[in-house]
Every structure is written in C-alpha cells, then in structure tokens.
C-alpha cells in the first residue's frame, strides 16, 4: 500500500498564513510521503474557478518530487445557491466538471463530499456520471463517514455495482467513544464486507501519545486488515488535532506519518 498525507494536515500552517500549498507539498515529500491528498477550497489557487496553468504547476511540482496525487478532494452540496437547493441537473453539472478537474490533475481518485438520505439519492446522482468517470479514468471515492453507518455505504456500492464508484473509508468510523466530535462507534467487524471496495484511505488521527500512537484510533488493526485482504491502494494520514489545539503542522505530520510506516510498511 502507498502511504501518503492529506494537506488538511497542514490545516493550521495554512490557516495562519505560514505554508502555501507548493510548501506543504514539499514538505510532505520532505518526510517521506508517497502521495498526497489535495482538497479543492482550500488548496487550489482561485477556486472555484481555477486556472488549468494551475491545476498543472501542483500536478508538475508532485511528480517531480517523486510523488502521487493519491485524491482529489471536493464538496458537493445542495444549498450553496443563496435563493434555492440546486437541482439535480446543476449537480450533475457540477460533477462532471470536477470529473474533468480531477483527471487534468492526474489524481485516480476524486472524492466528493456528498451523502444524502435517502441513499437512493446518492445512488442515482452517481449512475448519472457513470460515463463521465470512465471517460476521464476518475473513480467516484465515496467517503465512509459519519453520521452514516458502514451499510449505508454497502448498499450504494453495491446498487450501483461499478469499477469507477468505490470507497474512501475514514479510519474515524472506528475510533473509540472519547475521540474528539464522536457520532457513534463501529465494530472492527463492519470493515470486512467492504474491504474489496477501498481504493484509498483517510488515516484520521486528532492526537497522539508519548509513543506516537493515535489511542482512540486501532491502526494496527485497521492497517493490519487491509494488508491481509492485500489493499493495494492508497492511504493518506489526515490530522484533524490542529481543530483543537493550534501548533506548527510539521511536528503532527511527521508523528502521524511514523504511525502510518509502523503498521503500514
């Protein structure tokens, strides 16, 4: 498996104006990262409307440090119109460009917040791009995350059955009872079924012992998991701590990577 950073964990150098987007990218190749995940509103120069020179210098400047973009993550949502929810057509609009967004990037996996009750909703939205993703070479990486249980995801994936709509699993889905903004709490077990449809990860970690360990999160056994089932995709450690308490990101990045390494190498 591939292991990398999502630049949300360098969420608080960003919010205080110390990073750009080009410097944590070469930080996180500095520590050692094989990829790393690229949220859309809050590290692409322009956005919402960015310019594809852009989108070309960050896709330009990863590889030439031997890295991956591993996702490219975006927001979906219904109510961003002041006067009216958008409409299923201006959604599927919308999703098809950032289809194309994604693939110009060279990022396998697009990852859009989006899950919508009932889970039909959710299922017909993406059937619509279905041909969209093939045409692009993009996989739809549904996020496994609160407040939704594990099947609601099971469900979707399997109605609509395709190569190109797989999942994002967020490792907070089995975090303990005392992590931080806790919804609810899954078995270990619930991973299991939907193993064969993770192409990429979301190492979640909000804080860290005196041994480096995440201790409301079992990485060992999640890591431990997806190595026996021979997940060959790819993980992005994802520090959300910065929420909590503010410091400099390089000291969090790198602890939280050295777990990734202890049990995903």
């Not at 050692?32 to 960050?58: F, K, M, R, Y």
């Not at 889905?173 to 299991?192: M, R, V």
């Not at 431990?224 to 000291?251: Q, T, V």
Request: glycine share 8%; proline share 8%.
């Amino acid at each position: 498996m591939k292991l990398g950073l999502s630049l949300y964990t360098f969420g608080a150098d960003f919010h205080a104006g110390r990073t750009t987007v080009h410097d944590a990218i070469r930080k996180a190749a500095e520590i050692g990262c094989d990829g790393v995940e690229i949220i859309a509103e809050q590290h692409i120069p322009g956005w919402p409307n960015p310019s594809l020179d852009d989108l070309a210098d960050i896709r330009d400047l990863v590889a030439s440090l031997g890295m991956e973009i591993f996702c490219f993550s975006c927001y979906f949502g219904k109510n961003i119109r002041s006067d009216r929810p958008q409409s299923f057509d201006e959604l599927v609009h919308h999703a098809k460009r950032m289809i194309a967004l994604t693939a110009h990037l060279g990022a396998p996996v697009m990852r859009p917040a989006f899950n919508a009750e009932p889970v039909s909703q959710l299922i017909d939205f993406v059937k619509a791009v279905l041909p969209d993703l093939e045409k692009h070479g993009v996989i739809w990486g549904v996020e496994l995350h609160a407040p939704h249980p594990p099947s609601y995801y099971q469900e979707a994936l399997e109605a609509v059955e395709s190569p190109w709509f797989r999942l994002v699993p967020d490792f907070s889905c089995w975090q303990g009872p005392n992590a931080p903004g806790q919804i609810q709490t899954n078995e270990l077990s619930t991973f299991l079924p939907l193993l064969k449809y993770a192409v990429h990860c979301h190492g979640k970690a909000h804080m860290f012992d005196a041994n480096g360990e995440e201790p409301n999160t079992p990485y060992k056994e999640l890591l431990g998991m997806l190595a026996a089932h021979g997940f060959k995709g790819s993980i992005a450690g994802e520090y959300e701590g910065w929420i909590i308490h503010d410091e400099p990101s390089e000291r969090p990045a790198r602890t939280l990577f050295k777990l990734l390494e202890k049990y995903g190498r």
